[in-house]
């Protein structure tokens, strides 16, 4: 947001001195009444020049003249006004030229290469534990949409960093964007199990990717990631550093459900894929088309039946981990293997616009009733807990 503020305030500055620069011309000069007895009057010719700047070229009568205050602010407002002129070709007509061919070019020279790519064969290093036969629901619940930051501590250091972010046009935000996403990823569950992140980077790759990506998709109005570059040259990087949590139980010789892998758990390329699902060009292109031009045309009013759509073909491609299965687990440990159980783990969503709106509808009169207290205490949970709600795990794998 606040790249697009500085764009914006350029834009705005610019209009104003071309405004306060044409103006000048329009405001008649003032005249003065001179005697009869006086013959002569004063004169003042106007030249226009093919440059910025106008020169006024007065005559002088009587020794009096006019004023050269006019002549600088005009001088001062061409500076201004070119200098405005050029600052804005470097900072948004050329950038944009740029960002445009370079998306043409990446486009055609990079192939794109499918998510759900063939995997090693696996081998289940469990074969040999009994199975058990569980009534009802394997998972207790799923969690990957609501991970707002609740800690204290990282409330309060968002919060005291907040005007240096918005004034370092987002670098700032570049530079922690590992410790921001290794926040989100650890209060994801999925398969009764918890995610990790390793941010180790010590030749600060991913702020450049990040920030990079961010002026990229700025300047070509989201087509970048439309046509999978951001899924590709950074959020895939992203998502190569998620592994499991070790293995864990609530309590001491209790037994749990919790998914387990036959390969690696500590993660590696293409193990995870989240934050990089892309749905295609044709899905993502829709979706830009629909969240940028049909929303604002009805008021905002199809948003909420357009993310629900949006929601439900992405979570199609989300891939945690590879092969596995469902396990019981007692002090960290597999005991028995879960019967029925499937090889992948992959969830659908039965959220629909309706009920979206419905509940979006009701935060926002919670929000007016309690003069903004709902927003500041359950906040986005209210609404982000409301779609994992929805998620539901796919059994047929």
Request: glycine share 8%.
């Amino acid at each position: 947001m606040s790249k697009v503020s500085l764009l914006v305030f350029i834009i705005v500055f610019a209009c104003f001195v071309g405004c306060v620069q044409a103006s000048i011309h329009l405001v008649p000069q003032a005249t003065k009444s001179t005697p009869a007895s006086q013959s002569k009057l004063e004169e003042t010719k106007l030249i226009i020049l093919p440059s910025w700047t106008q020169i006024f070229e007065t005559r002088q009568i009587n020794g009096q003249t006019i004023s050269q205050y006019a002549q600088q602010y005009v001088n001062w407002a061409g500076v201004i006004g070119g200098s405005v002129a050029g600052l804005l070709f470097l900072i948004i007509i050329l950038p944009t030229i740029i960002a445009c061919v370079a998306l043409c070019i990446v486009g055609c020279c990079v192939k794109q290469t499918n998510s759900n790519e063939t995997e090693l064969e696996s081998k289940n290093p469990y074969s040999e534990l009994p199975t058990t036969s569980i009534s009802g629901q394997l998972v207790n619940g799923t969690t990957l949409y609501d991970v707002n930051y609740a800690d204290c501590a990282v409330f309060l250091f968002w919060a005291v960093t907040w005007i240096f972010r918005k004034l370092t046009c987002g670098i700032f935000d570049s530079i922690f964007i590992l410790r921001r996403t290794r926040f989100r990823v650890r209060k994801m569950l999925v398969g009764n199990r918890k995610l990790d992140m390793d941010i180790s980077d010590h030749c600060c790759h991913i702020p450049f990717l990040h920030y990079l990506n961010g002026w990229l998709n700025l300047y070509t109005c989201g087509l970048w990631r439309v046509f999978g570059m951001t899924h590709r040259f950074y959020y895939r990087k992203i998502d190569d550093r998620i592994y499991w949590k070790p293995l864990e139980s609530s309590k001491e010789n209790s037994e749990e459900i919790q998914w387990i892998g036959f390969n690696n758990e500590k993660g590696g390329k293409n193990q995870f894929t989240w934050f990089s699902i892309y749905c295609g060009w044709r899905i993502e292109l829709m979706y830009w088309f629909l969240k940028r031009f049909v929303n604002v045309f009805t008021l905002f009013f199809a948003g909420p039946f357009i993310e629900a759509w949006y929601l439900r073909e992405k979570i199609q491609f989300a891939k945690f981990g590879g092969k596995g299965s469902f396990a019981i687990i007692q002090n960290g440990q597999p005991i028995s293997m879960v019967a029925g159980s499937p090889m992948k783990l992959s969830f659908n969503s039965i959220l629909d616009g309706c009920s979206y709106l419905g509940r979006l509808v009701l935060f926002r009169f919670l929000v007016i009733v309690s003069c903004g207290v709902f927003a500041c205490c359950p906040g986005e949970r209210f609404v982000l807990s409301f779609i994992d709600e929805h998620l539901v795990l796919n059994s047929s794998h």
